[in-house]
């Protein structure tokens, strides 16, 4: 079994977020299963020069881009035994970031169309074509409507996998032809609500959509969920799977893990009191291991559910004996309300502006429990982290949290869970779970509990090659 698997962004080259852990760690996992896994993505001018040095370069080809022709310049490096090509093109990719240029549209376009057009220039016809999110949601259109009669293209099949819907690729009809160049024959594909719905056309094109865990494939039915997409969803939803992501156990993990202040095991973890007392050194929080340190490490936006927080927050700092340890950047009014925050309750609440992974291991490693009540989560890979290092997750019931997280309530979970999007069940989550910190033999139990959790890639690997095989049968 061939599979081609096509991202924007992948680690270690670069990411900006959970698509580039998963194109990182997924085709690994694949390959150590024996299925012949290879990945494309850009040659952005942020990947860092030490990747840079060990590629070598494939060939220069002219890859077409509606009416205009470009060039585009394949390169080949291997990482940890998975063959990887970048797609290069300076007009398109060297640029500063990944993503927010006017052009995204044609930039992406073109990418899409190199991931076919490099095909007989690398000596690798995959059996799947396996694409990710908007930006390479054009590959099964132009496959379907353009590749699949080809020579040396045959038989070829594609699946799409949803990482966030909210993000579509929506753009004016006018792209259409002059951007796109799509036939005539694609537009029942890619039209909807009057647009190009590139994200649609990928559910209409490809053979098999997933979603990042089961309950987002089931949550994206409904229009609370689904962007406006639910009815095309629901049309299709035969074709629609969900399969819960992973993360890489052997970066994360606390007996090896050189970012934390000191190491500790599933059997030993008497080295996270260690790292808890220095956090509170490091954020500047009131030095005291009664006190139980809830952490953050988020992206500061509107559905990661910081409006509850917002609304309880002086509560809970006055009702209780808390302190927050809150890493992340976004919205200018998350921030603004953070760093007032700190300011307001020094000692109690700590915060660092940005995304600095060796910062958010030492939250991960120090907090006792980590909050995650998002408003939506497609996945969530912060929660399996969390339980990684022992910090109890304190979670919303949806998406991937609600696939991965349960209660303790039941004397089995590995967590505290609330339902409602609202911050009054959310408090009294929070409550529950410092009711049990006060008891160190039970919380011992817990910490244990969600330190043996498996969320390591090889389950989601296997659940992929399932789903491989079913369709090339």
């Known amino acids: 079994m061939k599979v081609l698997y096509v991202a924007s962004e992948a680690l270690p080259f670069i990411a900006t977020g959970g698509l580039g852990d998963v194109a990182g760690a997924l085709p690994q996992a694949l390959r150590k299963r024996l299925v012949g896994c290879r990945v494309v993505l850009p040659l952005y001018d942020d990947i860092p020069a030490v990747y840079k040095e060990n590629m070598k370069f494939v060939a220069g080809i002219s890859v077409p881009v509606a009416w205009r022709r470009q060039y585009c310049g394949i390169y080949e490096t291997k ?40 095909l007989p220039h690398i000596s690798f ?51 259409f032809a002059d951007v796109f160049g799509l036939p005539e024959s694609a537009t029942s594909i890619v039209e909807y609500s009057g647009d190009v719905n590139l994200m649609k056309g990928a559910i209409e094109a490809a053979n098999v959509v997933t979603t ?23 049309l299709r939803q035969h074709k629609i799977k969900g399969i819960l992501n992973g993360i890489d156990t052997i970066g994360y993990n606390p007996e090896t893990d050189a970012m934390i202040f000191e190491n500790y095991s599933m059997l030993n973890h008497s080295g996270k009191a260690v790292n808890k007392s220095n956090l509170q050194k490091f954020m500047a929080l009131e030095l005291n291991e009664k006190r139980p340190v809830i952490g953050m ?57 940005g995304f600095i992974p060796d910062v958010a291991r030492k939250i991960y490693a120090g907090s006792d429990m980590f909050l995650m ?22 979670v919303r019931m949806t998406g ?16 505290f869970v609330f339902q409602s999007y609202d911050s009054g069940d959310m408090y009294d989550a929070i409550k529950r779970a410092i009711a049990a910190y006060q008891n160190k033999a039970e919380w011992d139990v817990l910490v244990e509990r969600a330190m043996r959790c498996d969320n390591s890639w090889g389950s989601s690997a296997n659940e992929y090659i399932k789903l491989y095989k079913s369709i090339l049968k």
């Not at 300076?90 to 992406?108: C, M, Q, T, W």
């Open 297 to 353: 490490v988020t992206r500061l936006v509107s559905n990661k559910g910081l409006d509850l927080v917002r609304e309880i927050v002086e509560k809970l700092l006055a009702e209780t004996d808390v302190q927050l340890a809150v890493l992340g950047s976004g919205d200018w009014q998350y921030e603004g309300f953070f760093q007032e925050l700190s300011l307001k309750h020094r000692g109690r609440v700590a915060v660092k502006t």
């Open 373 to 394: 009540p998002s408003k939506n989560e497609p996945c969530g890979l912060s929660q399996m982290v969390a339980l990684r290092y022992g910090t109890l997750p304190i």
């Open 400 to 415: 991937g949290l609600k696939d991965t997280v349960s209660d303790c309530g039941d004397g089995k979970g590995n967590g």
């Open 79 to 118: 990482v940890d035994g998975v063959i990887c090509y970048l797609i290069e093109n300076p007009y398109y990719f060297k640029r500063k970031g990944l993503y927010g240029y006017n052009d995204d549209a044609e930039r992406f376009a073109f990418f899409s169309r190199a991931v076919l057009e490099i």
């Open 212 to 234: 990042v865990s089961p309950t987002y494939a089931k949550e994206i039915l409904d229009p609370w969920y689904s962007y406006g997409l639910e009815s095309i969803l629901n």
């Open 125 to 175: 016809k995959p059996d799947i074509i396996h694409c990710n999110d908007w930006q390479s949601a054009l590959v099964p259109i132009y496959y379907s409507t353009i590749y699949a009669q080809k020579e040396g293209y045959e038989n070829i099949k594609t699946v799409f996998t949803i990482h966030n819907i909210q993000y579509q690729g929506k753009y004016g009809f006018g792209l």
